[in-house]
Every structure is written in structure tokens, then in C-alpha cells.
T-cell receptor, first 114, second 111 residues
């Protein structure tokens, strides 16, 4: 399965600022996914990032708040913009599995907004 | 949108006991996946199911893809302390790539 390097692993940020999270995969993948996991909750898909096209956002998530870049087939970034305490969550990237199926996840970015 | 109901929300068991958790959906899935998440980590895939009625094992773990394609269960036999964590089911819709996750089952194993 693919190996994902996600960073930063955690950060504490001031409200009103922005944080960019990076996700690097050790193999080329067509689709990359960004999830949010609020404290004590399940995973919610934010958007699907395809190389060479605009990301596709799920209901309740907008590009101005969560801009995504996908410059090549192994890398993507998610920015959490103009942060508020409600944005405090774990953010995870994920890619489709290769061969065995399933989806592989990064170790997540634990964001705290103060 | 699709909803996945996972139960139970939490379980407290003694080491050596068997555990069962399940997920039901309001619509059909083509794929059912079971993940485990440890604190500070991303979810790790345990078992993937691709066919209705499929029963798959991975060591002490057994999972089944329901015949109706709207449900799945995960069993853990002879639990050990390292089984502690949050278990999530996830389903993939026909023709889609996105996953829908259940709410998770928090498992605590007392030695």
C-alpha cells in the first residue's frame, strides 16, 4: 500500500490566521482525499483533489475556506483559512489503495485554534 | 445523503472476550471497509469486503458483507489489550470513489 507523509503532525494557531497542511505520497495517485475529524467524531470528507483540475468539495465545505492544491500526482495541500476555534480538528489525507483495495490514510494533523 | 449507523458506540470488555460491532446503511454499498484508529494516528485498514455475503478473516478479526449490501459486521475474538482503539466502518457507493464513515465504536479492553 502507499505510504503517506503528512505534516505538520500538530499545530496551535491563532484565530484569524491560516494553516497549510501538506500530504506527500510515495507513489503516483489520481485522486487524493481530505477529511476532517472533529473531536470525538467520525471522519467527514472535505474534498477530492484531482491533479490538473479544481478540487471537488462536499456539501458544507467551500473553496474559500479550504483551498486545495494538487500540483502533481504525489502531492497535495489543504489550507484552513481564517481559522476559528470551531476549526479545531484532526485533518487527514487519504489515497485509494493499490491492489489490495481500501484507502490509506496519513497520520493526520491535529489542529488547535486559540 | 447516505447515513451509516454504527453500533455500539462504546464497549468495555475483559481481556479474552469476543467482540462484535456492526454497521447498517440507508442505501447499498459496493465495498465495506473496517478501520482501526489509535490515538494520534490515522485510521488503519483492517479488512476490506467487496462482495455481498463475503466473509473475510484477518487473524482474530472476521468481517462480513451483508447479503442486502446495506450492512456489515466485525468480530474480534479473544480480545487483547492492544485491541483498544476506535473502530470505524466505511462504505463505498456504487460508481463512486468517496467513502462514508460510521460514527465509530470505542473499544476498551480491561486486562
Amino acid at each position: 500500500s502507499a505510504v503517506i507523509s503528512q505534516k505538520p503532525s500538530r499545530d496551535i494557531c491563532q484565530r484569524g490566521t491560516s494553516l497549510t497542511i501538506q500530504c506527500q505520497v510515495d507513489s503516483q495517485v489520481t485522486m487524493m482525499f481530505w477529511y476532517r475529524q472533529q473531536p470525538g467524531q467520525s471522519l467527514t470528507l472535505i474534498a477530492t483533489a484531482n491533479q490538473g483540475s479544481e478540487a471537488t468539495y462536499e456539501s458544507g465545505f467551500v473553496i474559500d475556506k479550504f483551498p486545495i492544491s494538487r500540483p502533481n500526482l504525489t502531492f497535495s495541500t489543504l489550507t484552513v483559512s481564517n481559522m476559528s476555534p470551531e476549526d479545531s480538528s484532526i485533518y487527514l489525507c487519504s489515497v485509494p489503495g493499490q491492489g489490495f483495495g481500501g484507502y490509506t490514510f496519513g497520520s493526520g494533523t491535529r489542529l488547535t485554534v486559540v | 445523503g447516505q447515513q451509516l449507523n454504527q453500533s455500539p458506540q462504546s464497549m468495555f470488555i475483559q481481556e479474552g472476550e469476543d467482540v462484535s460491532m456492526n454497521c447498517t446503511s440507508s442505501s447499498i454499498f459496493n465495498t465495506w471497509l473496517w478501520y482501526k484508529q489509535d490515538p494520534g494516528e490515522g485510521p488503519v485498514l483492517l479488512i476490506a469486503l467487496y462482495k455481498a455475503g463475503e466473509l473475510t478473516s484477518n487473524g482474530r478479526l472476521t468481517a462480513q458483507f451483508g447479503i442486502t449490501r446495506k450492512d456489515s459486521f466485525l468480530n474480534i475474538s479473544a480480545s487483547i489489550p492492544s485491541d483498544v482503539g476506535i473502530y470505524f466502518c466505511a462504505g463505498q457507493s456504487p460508481g463512486g470513489s468517496r467513502l462514508t464513515f460510521g460514527e465509530g465504536t470505542q473499544l476498551t479492553v480491561n486486562p
